[in-house]
Nanobody, 118 residues
Framework: QVQLVELGGGLVQAGGSLRISCAAT????????MGWFRQAPGKERELVAT???????NYGNSVRGRFAISRDDAKRTVYLQMDSLKPDDTAIYYC????????????WGPGTQVTVSA
């Protein structure tokens, strides 16, 4: 069974920075894509950023230039460095991974709360 465990999150003032991480555990052969999505109250879940094993990244329009995604494949961990945070970044951030074990499957973490105060 594959699990995604998120660390980090919390409360930060506008303009501040925060880093969150997500580690994948379980029976894993490879993780072609890892990333983050977020969902604010009353809104749909939206893309924050994804990264492939080759390092190709994709960012949501609202975070491009402020957030940076990276991964450490030896640790099966993805990181999200969030700078110049705004109150609109307040949301639950969900780790996402497309994992190959015996077959390809998509997994989600339980989510970590990020709150940005004005």
């Amino acid at each position: 069974q594959v699990q995604l465990v998120e660390l980090g999150g919390g409360l930060v003032q506008a303009g501040g920075s925060l880093r969150i991480s997500c580690a994948a555990t379980g029976r894993i052969v490879s993780i072609p894509v890892m990333g983050w999505f977020r969902q604010a109250p009353g809104k749909e879940r939206e893309l924050v950023a994804t990264i492939t094993t080759s390092g190709n990244t994709n960012y949501g329009n609202s975070v491009r230039g402020r957030f940076a995604i990276s991964r450490d494949d030896a640790k099966r961990t993805v990181y999200l460095q969030m700078d110049s945070l705004k109150p609109d970044d307040t949301a639950i951030y969900y780790c996402h991974a497309r994992v190959y074990s015996t077959e390809f499957a998509v997994y989600w973490g339980p989510g970590t709360q990020v709150t940005v105060s004005a």
